[in-house]
């Protein structure tokens, strides 16, 4: 996503690192959703507070398309903050002298844990295309594995914002017993056919590049970053509005006076597509990004009315679902839906639109009210330990 | 620390020791409380800072939902727990499900909603009774202010200029009734209340003396 706003004033959470650890084994595998099985699987993940005796305390936080475990603080030597700084912390909205804050980086991402980048035991090279396709509820599988390890008996809240809102939902409906809360911003149950038709674009960006080789190209020692840079440039609009962008940039020339009457990026807003661009493909995989597209295409825990009944009738989660007036994305209108089958089916559910000019990447900005709403939430009477 | 333990999911959380009713709510709302049994479903449709539904939660264990535009008072429930939903009434009441409530109450709020008639339908489509409350533009006061000063009314039951104020469908009891009757809903309970928010004696000429009413309606 865009870029985060950093914290002045305090440390935060101060020196962090991530982590990393080996679940599963060829005994007990991570049994996915396609019918395939994975082992061993290796998280990355970070942490941030203490866990309570009672083991009820922890703050599960999943990361969106392109993000990590690295939530909060600064890693030695970087000068970097955590993608959700200004969120995690002391006395912040998600407050580590309370909460035991956990995020991880995602099955089939590339920040760490185990996914296409990773090398397969069967053949001593890396997975590329041969990975299984993984869910959002496989990811939530894979979690669920590491809230175990860490000995959280039941979380306090899951939050995510737009594909970890997804997750966060997953995990309400996964594993009921072991969910006080989810907070699930700017999110939507289910993709509609064009943000499928921007993910499909994107992927074939990157499949297109003549350095894919087919999901092989670290054999060919090359990396598809044309087109991996396209699909970043092209998402990244979606997640900003027009009137942002025009408040940014409006039809603003970089570094000229004139037109170049050629094809040299005349415009501010081509440039500052170009520097996303080459930014991301350098810490980011193309066929992560095809496997993790692909898992918010086929996300759909409410297909139909009998489904989201039988799904939801365990599930005692408080839900805060939150969206942003200019999100374009995953419009407010998508969150309504999710609040409307919550009240279908008795849930608690309370829900907020947030005014803000930054369309989808509000969720991980300083919105005045959408923090006061997070921290009231989380710090609400009879939530949480 | 707690144990371990499970949340009631749909039911508001209860404070080891709620404040007593008469501080918690305004006299009027005190009436609409009363008419709420134990364990209900019900919606609050404007529930400002949520005290009336807090209460309802707390003293009846109903399983309380508000609805509210202003993100001040929707953060007030928050803290409170309540389950609130940020929505314009005058929008249709999108994401409710039809019979979805028992109750679902309008207090105070009927006279500043843009289609009064649409949004009774509405509420009688969501929940199986309605409860109404409001101020009567028929109370001797207001039509002796009219008679004589010429001017529309401005008193504590409504305190605002004619150019801002929020109150854009005020009506009589008489008004309301009539629109009750042409909507085929039957009228089970009235409450008529005097200037200070106490219950009437009597319903003798109900509509020059009611400063303001509360009505339970069934479909």
Known sequence: MGDTQSTAGDDGVGEVETQLVELFTAEAPLRLDSGATLAPVTLAYETYGRLNAAGNNAVLICHALSGDAHVAGVHPGKANRGWWDNFVGPGRPIDTERHFVVCSNVIGGCSGSTGPGSTNPATGRAYGLDFPMVTTADMVRAQRALVDHLGIRRLASVIGGSVGGMQALQWTLDYPQRVESAVIIAATTRLSAQNIAFNAVSRQAIMTDPDFHDGNYAEHGVTPHGGLAVARMMAHITYLSEEGLQDKFGRNLQDRERFSYGFDRDFAVESYLHYQGSKFVQRFDANAYLYLTKSMDYYDPFPDAATAAQVLAPVESDYLVCSFSSDWRFHSSRSMELVEVLLRHNKHVTFQEFQSTHGHDSFLLDVPAYKATVKAFLDRRGGGP | ?219
């Not at chain 2, 003293?59 to 803290?79: F, N």
């Not at chain 2, 469908?169 to 009734?177: R, S």
């Open chain 2, 1 to 219: 620390m707690s144990e371990v333990r499970p949340t009631d999911y749909g039911t508001c959380p209860t404070a080891a020791e709620p404040l007593p009713l008469e501080r918690r709510l305004r006299k009027d709302q005190r009436h609409v409380f009363d008419l709420i049994p134990g364990g209900a479903r019900v919606l609050d449709l404007g529930c400002g800072d949520g005290a009336l539904l807090a209460a309802l939660c707390d003293h009846r264990g109903v399983q309380g939902y508000g609805v509210e535009i202003d993100g001040d008072c929707i953060l007030a429930c928050i803290k409170q727990g309540l389950a609130v939903v940020h929505e314009d009434i005058d929008e249709g009441l999108a994401v409710h499900p039809e019979n979805g409530y028992d109750y679902v109450i309008l207090s105070q709020t009927l006279q500043a909603t843009r289609h009064p008639r649409r949004l009774l339908q509405k509420m009688a489509k969501v929940g199986r009774a309605s409860v109404v409350s409001f101020p009567n533009f028929g109370h001797w006061r207001i039509r002796l202010s009219l008679l004589f000063k010429g001017r529309m009314p401005k008193n504590e039951v409504l305190p605002y200029e004619w150019y801002d104020t929020p109150n854009i469908h005020l009506c009589t009891l008489a008004d309301f009734e009539d629109l009750v009757r042409a909507e085929g809903f039957t009228v089970k309970r009235r409450i008529l209340l005097d200037i200070h928010g106490d219950p009437l004696q009597s319903s003798r000429c109900a509509g020059w003396r009611a400063s303001s009413a509360v009505y339970l309606l069934g479909g």
